[in-house]
């Protein structure tokens, strides 16, 4: 069952009275079945793109291109932008420090132990939100911190004072939350709200939480803690988001992501997906744009040398890609059919791909993007051509495609030939002379030739015009790649004449993978238009 929600503008009301982007979104029936009373209207994204997504492998930015991704993350309408732990390096406070200073529209924090040190080196980059941490968990108490619980919630509550002496904003998490005791959980989560932090975040630091235990979890922290509440998830369970969402529908109001899923490790939530879900399936707003998504979804992975996976959820390649002839005949009637939104939501384009599974429908919607007719049984023609193609591993690009398409368009109909090929065998390699054994049927018989060439192409066209008639002569030939690469569509012209004579003359084209194939077919075609011509004579 499917749900379609068309808002016509911002304050218009969905399911439940709750506002919806405005783009359509085509959702299941049962996702009103999540929907409680106590759900927030809205929710804050926290992106850390530039904290923990530089913390990927591999991933290094320069200030520069943290300057970019976070103007681009102002722009997008992200609540609150981690630029970075300026305490780690030099360059790493100089970055912060610049992010600080451009005026962006999303507030911007900086990442701090439960230091004083920590606290004054964030300060002195210019921000005014700080998000301050340490370890909880009795894992890293015992062997990373070498410290006792009181000790931790000691320099907890010394490092919040700190930063609220000087004014700043204060977001405190325990490192390692969702295997910390329960108990002292919510010990610390009261000691650092009397301390005065002005939110606190729930890290599933090595992505160990399932989402009934995170809903279980939220509830019980929620009956402790009078601030916000933060959810910051990492995906080593592929779980980051469907947590993250689970935590908002708990009680959760503010959520820690990162572009494109990136993150230490498996990664962290991904913000596209973050936001997309809590729309969607909560009806719970953002202050993210999300037509801008896409652009910076794409503008994240260039700079961080990142590819966005083709079958990624939201912003990847295929995420509104249509292939199987099914589906598109059904798009292109009703996106409904089989998308969950429109691409346009998320700045993102519909692609109709043409391969192994492309139907008529498919075709003939591709060729009028690029203002081509064909008749129906051209177009089957050329689908007929796109499955042999695909089956052999071969992708048609669009600019392949429309070759075909002339191609076929150009074929004669219900002429018959009087010279086709039935066989045909090259032999060529390393001291080797090419040599072309064809066999090809001349008004009903069959006639067999070969002959030698200087390459494999030139050995075929001498075999086929040994067999026709030796006064064929090769006036012209020409080979071109349609697109790049190695697996590229060829396009083969050949033109012919007979005793030499340019009224007794004939061109024939053809299209294919296969350089001496396609050019054995354009001959043969050449030929029989140049044989039809010659016979009647």
């Known amino acids: 069952m499917t749900v379609r929600r068309t808002i016509d503008d ?35 994204i926290f992106d850390t793109t530039l904290r923990d997504g530089e913390q990927t492998p591999g991933v290094a930015l320069s200030i520069d291109e943290k300057l970019r991704i976070a103007e681009a993350l102002s722009d997008l309408g992200v609540d609150v932008i981690e630029a970075g732990f300026p305490m780690i390096s ?13 005026g962006l529209q999303s507030r911007v924090c ?93 890290p599933d630091t090595v992505g160990v939480t399932s989402p009934p235990a995170m809903e279980r979890l939220i509830t019980e922290l929620l009956s402790v803690t009078k601030v916000p509440l933060s959810i910051h998830c990492h995906d080593d369970f592929g779980l980051a988001v469907s947590n993250s969402l689970t935590a908002v529908r708990s009680g959760a109001r503010q959520v820690h992501v990162c572009v494109n899923g990136l993150g230490e490790r498996a990664g962290n939530a991904a913000l596209e997906e973050v936001v ?19 652009h910076v979804s794409k503008t994240v992975a260039n700079l961080t040398g990142m590819p966005i996976p083709g079958n990624k959820a939201i912003v990847g390649g295929n995420a509104f890609a249509h292939e199987s002839g099914i589906h598109v005949h059904g798009i292109l009637v009703d996106p409904s059919t089989y998308e969950a939104f429109g691409p346009e939501l998320v700045g993102m384009q519909r692609e109709i791909v043409v391969g192994k599974h492309t139907g008529i429908h498919s075709v003939k919607e591709k060729l009028s993007e690029y203002g081509v007719s064909l008749t129906d049984d051209h177009v089957k023609k050329v689908v007929e051509e796109i499955k042999k193609l695909a089956e052999s591993g071969k992708h048609v690009d669009d600019a392949e495609l429309v070759a075909l398409a002339y191609h ?51 050995a075929a066209l001498n075999a086929i015009r040994s067999v026709v008639s030796g006064k064929i002569s090769l006036v012209e030939y020409r080979l071109s790649a349609i697109t790049g690469g190695s697996d590229a569509l060829c396009e083969v012209s050949v033109k012919l004449q007979h005793n030499g004579e340019k009224k007794a003359a004939s061109v024939g084209k053809s299209v294919g993978s296969d350089i001496v194939q396609t050019s054995v077919d354009a001959t043969v075609e050449a030929i029989d238009r140049l044989y039809s011509r010659i016979s009647k004579e």
């Not at 709750?18 to 009103?32: A, H, I, P």
């Open 276 to 294: 997309l879900g809590l729309m969607a399936f909560y009806n719970i707003r953002t202050n993210v744009d999300t037509r801008k998504i896409g």
């Open 110 to 202: 900086a990442l701090s132990r439960s230091s004083r040190k920590d606290v004054d080196v964030a300060i002195d980059c210019g921000v005014d939100y700080v998000h301050t941490f340490i370890a909880t968990s009795d894992a890293h108490l015992r062997h990373k911190l070498k410290m006792t619980r009181d000790e931790v919630k000691s320099r907890a509550i010394d490092a919040i004072e700190h930063a609220k002496a000087h004014g700043l904003t204060v977001e405190f998490s325990c490192e390692d939350a969702t295997r910390t005791d329960l108990d002292f959980l919510k010990e610390m989560h009261i000691a650092v709200q009397q301390a005065g932090a002005d939110k606190i975040n729930v």
């Open 10 to 44: 911002s304050t218009s009301k969905g399911i439940e009275g709750r506002s919806l982007d405005r783009k359509r979104v085509y959702t299941s029936e049962f996702n009103s079945w999540a929907l409680t009373d106590s759900m927030p209207s809205s929710a804050l």
């Open 90 to 102: 030099t360059g790493e406070r100089d970055s912060v420090k610049k992010i600080a200073s451009l």
């Open 408 to 458: 076929v368009a150009g074929q004669r109909a219900g002429e018959v030939r009087k010279v086709k090929l039935k066989e045909f065998a090259v032999f060529t390699g390393l001291n080797i002379t090419p040599t072309a054994v064809v066999t090809l049927e001349v008004d009903g018989e069959n006639k067999r030739g070969s002959e030698i060439g200087i390459g494999p192409v030139d």
